[in-house]
């Protein structure tokens, strides 16, 4: 058997996920058209490519199907309520930074910290009768940090994408996403609250606790901690 290593099969993290490896000199490549979603690795004995959606890398970390994986801090914490116990980081990539936030139209002048939305939450149910809606796909990370953080009187809706225009086309009052430069937010008139930092992220090389290694794998993964250590 070899040693699986996961990446994102496109986006964003694909092409630096590359280089970041082209740099302990383990090439990894797309083979096959350009539609296949089939890759290789160079460079070292053992292991093989399997390319997959940036989302679903937890899960085939917490299964075992792969013994290395290539994905954000946001969506290993989303997605593994206990992350800790199925994976392990083993490097962080230094790409892909971004921060989940929470932020609410700028029009709420009065609306600055959790409380006040905490204050806003609940006078908005007793005008509107319904809850303050919140737009997220970080469902898991955003109802543990509002409750941590006493915000009571909310309902999250799923957004998959696109989450900032969500206020715009009044499906949501507020929104939780990943924020970088900060554009989006700024386009669609939103504003971060001033404790509405729920987790920075960052690409991360994440290591499987319950992939199965035998001694055949075992110096694989010796020869592929020590190219690690190279560009670490
Ligand atoms: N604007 C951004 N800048 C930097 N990193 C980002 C940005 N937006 C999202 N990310 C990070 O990129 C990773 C993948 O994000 P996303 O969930 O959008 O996947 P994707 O690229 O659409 O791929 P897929 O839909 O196939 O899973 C996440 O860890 C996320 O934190
Ligand atoms: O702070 P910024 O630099 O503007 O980046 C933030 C945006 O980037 C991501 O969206 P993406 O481009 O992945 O599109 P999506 O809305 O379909 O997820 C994220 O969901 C934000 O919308």
């Given at each position: 058997m070899t040693v699986k290593l996961g990446?994102?099969?496109k986006g964003r993290l694909m092409e630096k996920t590359f280089d970041w490896f082209?740099?302990?000199?383990?090439r990894l490549k797309r083979t096959g058209s350009d539609r296949e979603y089939a890759g290789a690795i160079?460079?070292?004995?053992?292991?093989?490519?399997?390319?997959l959606s940036a989302g679903e890398i937890p899960r085939e970390l917490a299964t075992g199907r792969i013994h290395f994986g290539v994905t954000g801090t946001d969506l290993v914490h989303e997605k593994l309520p206990l992350w800790e116990t199925q994976v392990e980081p083993?490097?962080?990539?230094?790409?892909?930074q971004a921060d989940l936030v929470l932020a609410v139209p700028q029009l709420w002048v009065d609306v600055d910290t959790l409380d006040d939305l905490d204050a806003v939450a609940a006078a908005f149910r007793a005008r509107h009768g319904h809850r303050l809606r919140i737009a997220t796909k970080y469902?898991?990370?955003?109802?543990?940090?509002?409750?941590?953080?006493?915000?009571?009187d909310f309902a999250l809706v799923d957004s998959q994408g696109a989450t900032e225009g969500t206020v715009k086309n009044e499906t949501a009052e507020a929104i939780a996403d990943i924020t970088s430069t900060g554009e989006t937010l700024r386009a669609n008139h939103l504003k971060i609250l001033s404790?509405?930092?729920?987790?920075?992220?960052?690409?991360t090389l994440w290591k499987s606790r319950v992939a199965q290694v035998g001694d055949a794998e075992r110096a694989t993964l010796?020869?592929?901690?020590?190219?690690l250590a190279a560009v670490q």
């Open positions: 990446v994102p099969s082209d740099r302990a000199g383990i160079e460079g070292i004995e053992g292991m093989s490519l399997v390319l083993v490097a962080e990539l230094g790409f892909g469902h898991r990370l955003v109802r543990e940090f509002l409750v941590r953080g006493g915000v009571a404790d509405g930092l729920i987790l920075k992220s960052q690409a010796e020869r592929f901690a020590e190219r």
